[in-house]
């Protein structure tokens, strides 16, 4: 009798990762960006899909509503791009969450994207994908401790604080 | 009136012992002591207890994992549950446990009973190192010793409740199969102390003398000592004889070869039990555990009787003692190593010879004894022509000492150098160019050789 360890194929786990995506709506719409239940629907398929490609598993509502309250203030972000982003953000996400050999957290990690994005990279995601992260990601497989990492932790942050996307946006 | 047993659905022998809750669901819900519903509770409640372990795994600082990583935690934490359903006497107890309980609940349960395994293994472990036998081989010594000491360093219940770490190089003779994790390790370890316990019966010289007639090198060989030990004691009774001094005489063992190659196997099985029951009754054995053990090993041994009869080996199955101590010695001498800083020059000398030919006559002319030539074929890597130049006149008593000390007897805790390894593996490599005649000379030396040291 197997045991399956792709939660996600339960329709009640995919209904409360869409409810949570939705309910991100009251935050964003105050920078112009919403989702409709379909657009989320399809930013957790993008998500099996990308768990799947990188042979990684989820449990929860993982890393979507993070990544949604991350980015939405970007000054590069609006309704025209959303969704194109959003799924973009997704796969990148798990692919260096690999390439950094996890050994960074997840708000680690989108809090280097989201601040990569919005400085260096000037909103290109092939910036961010084909330069930014592939350097994090030699930096810390050669050891440097990401708290020295000041796209992780600018220097007004205090680093024994983890970055934490919703304390911010709040 | 006669007793009435209750019928039981699901035959234990039928679940696998390795993925025993997956193979009891699976048997509870075709005999319909679980429903569909219970299954798929089951299995949700597995995923919801895997993202809780998970969540510690990562401290709570990433949402997802690598497949590989929930995979072996999925795993830990069916074999956690698999141990406490093994607990229960019958299947179809542990079956009902799984209508009626949660899968957190079921492990919980599982976790008490690997922290009580794990304490009796430790002190069984205890046990054993504190009556280790002086017949113990490098393999025993290894396994039982290092291996366990290193298993219950890095043994991580939490996470990997169902990985053994390491490898029971030292095999016993009942096979302790289809189990892993602290479950095979507490079941290899009280295999090993009733071995223990069984030899503990005959004096360690007897047992010595036994295993050298198995083989002159027998600490250095992988093999099951009790097996040999057991076999030969009933082997004794057979032979009408005393088991305690395992002395089992050539002229025996010859009429008893003659009497076991005639038996048909129900009657070999027959006559092994009774030459045991006469063994327990002789060696006054009544530890009940024991005595299953030694119980359990009788269709092996059989079975290895009826294999060396078939083979036409039986000749290495009925051992007859040897006594090493009475081999005449071949004492050699490593002689004198040259003063440090001349042989420091000469050594650099022969490193920067710029001929072959040059370095061979430089090492047969001033190399004395064998001390120095050690020194130098260690210290400057020769090719294997030159090896084979300089080792050609020398006596296969010179060679068999060499041999003795870096293939056959290297020190215990041998932590050898770079140099060391590859002069070894070069001179193993001469060896096998040797004609046959020459390597069977060396190799009966070996075990005669006694090696002198001498001062510099």
């Known amino acids: 009798m197997a045991f399956d360890l792709t939660p996600f194929s339960s329709g009640m786990l995919q209904r409360q990762t869409v409810d949570a995506i939705v309910k991100c709506n009251d935050f964003t719409i105050r920078h112009g960006l919403i989702l409709t239940p379909q657009q989320a629907l399809e930013l957790v398929e993008t998500r099996a899909v990308a768990l799947s490609e990188n042979g990684r598993v989820e449990f929860g509502t993982g890393i979507l509503d993070k990544i949604i309250r991350e980015f939405c203030d970007s000054p590069y972000i609006t309704m025209q791009n959303y969704m194109e982003t959003l799924h973009e953000l997704i796969e990148m996400f798990y692919y260096f969450k690999n390439e950094t050999q996890d050994s960074i957290s997840d708000d680690e990690l989108i809090a280097f994207m989201s601040r990569s994005f919005d400085n260096v990279c000037h909103g290109s995601l092939e910036l961010l994908s084909g330069r930014e992260l592939p350097e994090l990601a030699g930096n810390l497989r050669a050891g440097i401790d990401p708290r020295s990492i000041e796209l992780i932790y600018p220097k007004d942050v205090d680093p024994d604080i983890a970055p934490n996307t919703e304390d911010e946006n709040e | ?456």
């Open chain 2, 1 to 456: 009136m006669s007793s009435i047993e209750k019928i039981r659905l699901i035959d234990r022998s039928e679940l696998s012992g390795e993925n025993y809750f997956q193979s009891l669901l699976e048997a509870a819900y075709s005999r319909g002591i679980l429903q569909a519903a219970d299954v798929e509770r089951l299995q949700l409640e597995c995923i919801e207890l895997l993202a809780q372990k998970i969540k510690k795994y990562t401290g709570g600082e990433s949402s997802s994992v690598r497949v590989e990583v929930a995979q072996s935690i999925m795993t830990s934490n069916l074999y956690t549950i698999s141990l406490f359903l093994k607990s229960y006497l019958y299947p179809d107890e542990a079956a009902e446990a799984l209508k009626v309980s949660s899968v957190k609940e079921l492990y919980e349960q599982g976790c008490a009973v690997i922290e009580i395994k794990l304490k009796t293994a430790k002190r069984i472990h205890a046990l054993i190192l504190q009556n280790s036998p002086k017949f113990a081989t490098r393999a025993y010594k290894t396994t039982i010793v290092g291996g366990m000491k290193s298993f219950f360093k890095s043994y991580n219940p939490e996470y990997a409740a169902h990985s053994t770490h390491i490898s029971a190089d030292y095999p016993t003779c009942n096979p302790v199969g289809n189990l892993t994790g602290v479950e095979f390790i507490h079941k290899y370890l009280e295999s090993i102390y009733y071995e223990n316990m069984f030899c503990a019966n005959f004096a360690s010289a007897d047992t010595h003398h036994l295993l050298s007639g198995y083989d002159n090198n027998y600490r250095e060989l992988i093999f099951n000592a009790y097996e040999q030990v057991i076999t030969t004691a009933i082997a004794c009774k057979l032979a009408r004889l005393n088991a305690k001094s395992l002395n089992l005489p050539e002229t025996a063992a010859e009429d008893l070869r003659v009497f076991l190659t005639a038996q048909t196997k129900p009657e070999l099985a027959a006559a092994i039990k009774n030459a045991h029951d006469e063994l327990k009754a002789e060696l006054k054995i009544t530890n009940i555990p024991m005595e299953r053990y030694t119980d359990r090993s009788l269709p092996i041994i059989a079975d290895s009787i009826s294999g060396a009869i078939a083979s036409k080996t039986l000749r290495q199955v009925l051992i007859t003692p040897k006594y090493p101590e009475l081999t005449p010695k071949l004492r050699v001498s490593f002689g004198r190593k040259m003063e440090y800083k001349q042989y420091r020059k000469f050594a650099e000398e022969v490193a920067d010879c710029r001929y072959s030919s040059d370095r061979i006559a430089m090492l047969r002319r001033e190399i004395q004894t064998l001390a120095d030539l050690e020194n130098i074929l260690i210290d400057v890597e020769l090719s294997p022509d030159e090896l084979k130049a300089v080792l050609s006149d020398r006596e296969p008593p010179e060679l068999a000492a060499i041999a003795k000390r870096h293939l056959y007897e290297p020190s215990e805790e041998d932590e050898a150098s770079d140099a060391e390894r590859s002069f070894r593996r070069s001179f193993r490599q001469y060896l096998e160019t040797l004609p046959q005649e020459r390597q069977n000379a060396i190799n009966r030396i070996i075990p005669t050789i006694e090696v002198i040291e001498e001062r510099s």
